[in-house]
């Protein structure tokens, strides 16, 4: 645990946090983004290159881009006057704790069940292609299929219907 | 800018390692243990430096380009040939009120510029700007590039909403919409050379491209794939970087000036570098990806210092942007919409395929023959087929006449 790790750390903490609280809703979204960003950097800080990059460019590139779209498309950006809380905000509370300690415990157990690698591997984008298109090509493939689905879905609903003038 | 072992000392090599060896010899200078992070440092005031250095240089060539084609001076009073312009300009953009909008959410509008240039820096970092001459010679460094640039989106929306404008509005909803319709063909346009070059690695896709039959250079661009490959590319980076004809987020005679409406001073000034500081980075990594990147054109230019080829590239490539700009009209948002999603990405979706059926076939000319006859029928096939729907007949005006 390096001073690095804790800095960011409460970045991501920080920005996770400001999503939730602040105003605005597209002040959350862009603390979302300090969020994700934080995210891809603890991912770097752990030597994943792969993944940090990944990362920075789906989240931040991407599904930041996508939630502010919807946010402006939507419902405007007015600020709510009532507060931000939901007023189911200790069931949400709730279910957040309950998910957290699962992943928590579930992680917690791995640590104890798997065999502790010895060094520190070295993964370069190589070995993750070749494990993606090796031993988890299945789940890629199902990923794929359920990708593509989704496109012809949006691009179905998106398309004008026949009869109606456009 | 690494440091690697220099084992002859001829004159083209000191001059071709010129930057490597100043840098080792200024970090000599300290104690051991603090030169790794000194060269870093050293590299990163070299690129803050050249950069900028070489925009203010490009914008007064653009002037004098745009008026040489539009038949007029230019710029000609600050300075011999009017080349002291940038420095006026600068210095005007220095000393010019910061007007920020009553209502612009000011935390936001003044984060998206400085955003915008910082990411669009981080780029250069993974650049190789010649031999030896790369920041971090990072193993996904095409993954990093691009992530940069994805992240550059962002600051546009930022820019666009925080002004509470509605031309910064619609401009930063253009400009973002653009730009993610275009990053699609972008990026699989790399992939191609990914698939090809077996690495993500920029030094790595360079030395892939080294090679010479006879004088003539392997370059991605001499094959067919390459070179459907490098048009995409080139349609799709000049979209990234909002410039003409794709320049409609800006389109002044339909919202101002587009997401940076409400900029003014030295802010807007960021946002101008930012431009052209994207135009150079997207130029290097085409020249990186296409090019051959910092080798030479023909095999006994080698003498020539590589880091001269690779700034004579990207500045053939920044000609190139502006010679575009005065000579095409801008396009429509219906035309640039179905142009990336109905052209452009099928044609880059079968690019793909027939990068690996290149990849696969072996050496031998049965290769070319395929893949060319492939690219040059799908290309003329929908082509045809997209011009038969249009209907194309002659033009009728509605208030005209």
Known sequence: MSPIFYVLAVLTVAGGLAAVLLKNTVHCALALTVAFAGLALLFLNLDAQFVGFAQILIYI????????????????????QAGVFSRS?????????????????????????????????????HDIGVALLGRYVLPLEIVALLLTSATIGAVIVAMHEKGRPQ | MLA?????????????????????WLVSFLPPSWRPAAGVVLCVIAIVCVFPGLFALTTVFERKGLGRMQNRYGPNRVGPYGFFQP??????????????????????????????VVTVFMGFAVLPMGRNMVLANLDA????????????????????????????????????AQMISYEVPLLLTTVAVVMIAGSLSLP????????YTGVFPHWYIFTPWGLASFLVFAIAATAETNRSPFDLPEGESEIVAGYHTEYSGFKFALFFLGEYLAMFSISGIGVTLFLGG???????????????????????????????????????????????WKFVLPFTLLNLGVTALWRFMGEGWARWVVSSVILVGVYVFMGRVGMFKKHFGPRSYRYAE
């Open chain 2, 204 to 211: 790595k896709i360079v030395a892939a491209q080294s090679g």
């Open chain 1, 89 to 125: 905000w200790f069931v949400g509370l709730v279910i957040a704790a309950g998910v957290f300690s699962v992943l928590g415990w579930a992680v917690l157990q791995s640590a104890r069940v798997l065999p502790q690698p010895s060094a520190i591997p070295s993964v370069t984008v």
């Open chain 1, 61 to 80: 590139g991407a599904v930041a881009i996508l939630v502010v779209f919807a946010i402006l498309l939507t419902r405007g950006t007015e600020t709510p």
């Open chain 2, 4 to 24: 690697a072992p220099v084992s002859t000392h001829s004159v083209p090599v000191i001059v071709d390692q010129a930057f490597v060896l100043f840098k080792d």
């Open chain 2, 141 to 176: 460094g095409l993954l990093f590039f691009f992530s940069m640039s994805a992240a550059t989106e962002l600051s546009v929306f930022m820019a666009g909403w925080s002004s509470r404008n509605k031309y910064s509005l619609l401009g930063a909803m253009r400009a973002v």
């Open chain 2, 87 to 116: 420095v006026a300009d600068g210095i005007k953009s220095l000393t010019k009120e910061d007007v920020v909008p009553l209502n612009a959410d000011v935390v936001v509008h003044f984060l998206a510029p400085l955003t915008l």
């Open chain 2, 294 to 340: 910092w080798s030479a054109p023909l095999s006994f230019l080698n003498v020539v210092p590589s880091w001269f080829w690779f700034f004579s590239k990207v500045m053939v490539s920044i000609f190139v942007f502006i010679w575009m700009r005065g000579t095409l009209p801008r396009l429509r948002q219906d035309q640039l919409m179905n142009f990336a």
